[in-house]
């Protein structure tokens, strides 16, 4: 079965600083990879996909993620942190055939006035 | 755009209560799903449905059922409310394809007592 890590459950930065949420899938094969993120008290709300088409997708409110196979990895960046940006983010696969998507555990961001 | 649409949005049941979480989704979409969201946990999957009178279990269904009489329509039931069933609970839609995302409802934030 497949399964995603996201390593660091809680990360802080400054505001203007670059964002940097790590991801791995454990796949062998390329599977379809999303960020989501959730602000308090809400539902999930796409960032952005993976989806073979190219390996640096490009999603709303400035955030970009590469994928790289080699690694087995999809972090997600932003180069200049907002206020706004205080989230929680979650790194998702979707299973080939079925259709679950399995998520990762999550990492609350903090962004420091 | 409704979307997909989950209700109660909060509800307290005492022990060994039932109690069943409504969604509705108005996107057409054959694939749904129910989630459970804990701390530190991320989402696991509950149930999902690939389409009207298709059901199967996810990673965690102990304690609930699930049916799919409709496209639209995909209650969860809690029978013999626990407290480890406290939780926030979100349904989800997708088309089916890999390639796309799951749409989220807005949660309903259960409290067992």
């Known amino acids: 079965a497949q399964s995603v890590t996201q390593l660091g459950s809680h990360v802080s930065v400054s505001e203007g600083a670059l964002v940097l949420l790590r991801c791995n899938y454990s796949?062998?094969?390329?599977?379809?990879l999303f960020w989501y993120v959730q602000y308090p008290n809400q539902g999930l709300q796409l960032l952005l996909k993976y989806t073979s088409a190219a390996t640096l997708v490009k999603g709303i409110n400035g955030f970009e993620a590469e994928f790289k196979k080699s690694e087995t990895s999809f972090h997600l960046t932003k180069p200049s942190a907002h206020m706004s940006d205080a989230a929680e983010y979650f790194c998702a696969v979707s299973e080939t055939g079925t259709y679950k998507y399995i998520f990762g555990t999550g990492t609350r961001l903090k962004v420091l006035a | 755009n409704a979307g997909v649409t989950q209700t109660p949005k909060f509800r307290i049941l005492k022990i060994g209560q039932s109690m069943t979480l409504q969604c509705t989704q108005d996107?057409?979409?054959?694939?749904m799903y129910w989630y459970r969201q804990d701390p530190g946990m991320g989402l696991k999957l509950i149930y999902y449905?690939?389409?009207?009178?298709?059901?199967d279990k996810g990673e965690v269904p102990n304690g609930y059922n699930v049916s799919r009489s409709t496209t639209e329509d995909f209650p969860l039931r809690l029978e013999l409310a626990a407290p480890s069933q406290t939780s926030v609970y979100f349904c989800?839609?997708?088309?089916?394809?890999?390639?796309?995302?799951?749409?989220f409802g807005q949660g309903t934030r259960l409290t067992v007592v």
């Open positions: 989800a839609s997708s088309p089916g394809q890999g390639n796309t995302e799951a749409f």
């Open positions: 996107m057409n979409h054959n694939y």
């Open positions: 796949s062998s094969v390329p599977p379809y």
């Open positions: 449905s690939v389409g009207a009178g298709i059901t």
